[in-house]
T-cell receptor, first 111, second 116 residues
Framework: SQELEQSPQSLIVQEGKNLTINCTSS?????LYWYKQKYGEGLIFLMM?????EEKSHEKITAKLDEKKQQSSLHITASQPSHAGIYLC???????????FGKGTRLSVIA | EAQVTQNPRYLITVTGKKLTVTCSQN?????MSWYRQDPGLGLRQIYY???????DKGDVPEGYKVSRKEKRNFPLILESPSPNQTSLYFC???????????????FGNGTRLTVT
């Protein structure tokens, strides 16, 4: 079955610093999805990547999918307290089975 | 407003007492799914439904039942809850199982269940 590993498991950064979260798949991906969860709330869709080498940005968050389509990184520039939460990657490795999710990266941003 | 609504948000119950967590979506989505989220284990799928009257097991279906009699509703039923079902539960919906850029998964705000 699909295995998704996220690193780091948790991250504490000072406001204004940059950070990167990684998501590695054991299989080639049809699609890679990034979601953000505020503590105790539901998940909110951030971005979807499908093509090898693809890069997308939303405000100060940039996500990339490597050429082999087995690893994605999420980069936040000049972090703010509003970026705090749990970031989860979700993977589609067959095109016709439900998405599976990584265990998440808990991000704290301190002033 | 497009949304997935779960009820209740918090529930404390005792072992063996049947309960139902409701989920409703107003986006006419074919696909609906239930997940549980536990520390260290992440988000795991319990059951999903591709359309009305069609349901399939996810990764951790034991101890749960679901039904999809109407497109908008997808209740999660625990016939005889046990303490190991204490968890944070999420319902989600989309058009294509969340695999389309135009229809990512929409999640409810979660139901925190405690079984004593």
């Amino acid at each position: 079955s699909q295995e998704l590993e996220q690193s780091p498991q948790s991250l504490i950064v000072q406001e204004g610093k940059n950070l990167t979260i990684n998501c590695t798949s054991s299989k080639t991906l049809y699609g890679l999805y990034w979601y953000k969860q505020k503590y105790g709330e539901g998940l909110i869709f951030l971005m979807m990547l499908q093509k090898g080498g693809e890069e997308k940005s939303h405000e100060k968050i940039t996500a990339k999918l490597d050429e082999k389509k087995q690893q994605s990184s999420l980069h936040i520039t000049a972090s703010q307290p509003s970026h705090a939460g749990i970031y989860l990657c979700g993977a589609d490795n067959s095109g016709n089975t439900p998405l599976v999710f990584g265990k998440g990266t808990r991000l704290s941003v301190i002033a | 407003e497009a949304q997935v609504t779960q009820n209740p948000r918090y529930l404390i119950t005792v072992t063996g007492k049947k309960l139902t967590v409701t989920c409703s979506q107003n986006m006419n989505h074919e696909y609906m799914s239930w997940y549980r989220q536990d520390p260290g284990l992440g988000l795991r799928q319990i059951y999903y439904s591709m359309n009305v009257e069609v349901t399939d097991k996810g990764d951790v279906p034991e101890g749960y039942k679901v039904s999809r009699k109407e497109k908008r509703n997808f209740p999660l039923i625990l016939e005889s809850p046990s303490p190991n079902q204490t968890s944070l539960y999420f319902c989600a919906s989309s058009y294509l199982g969340g695999r389309s850029l135009n229809s990512p998964l929409h999640f409810g705000n979660g139901t925190r269940l405690t079984v004593t």
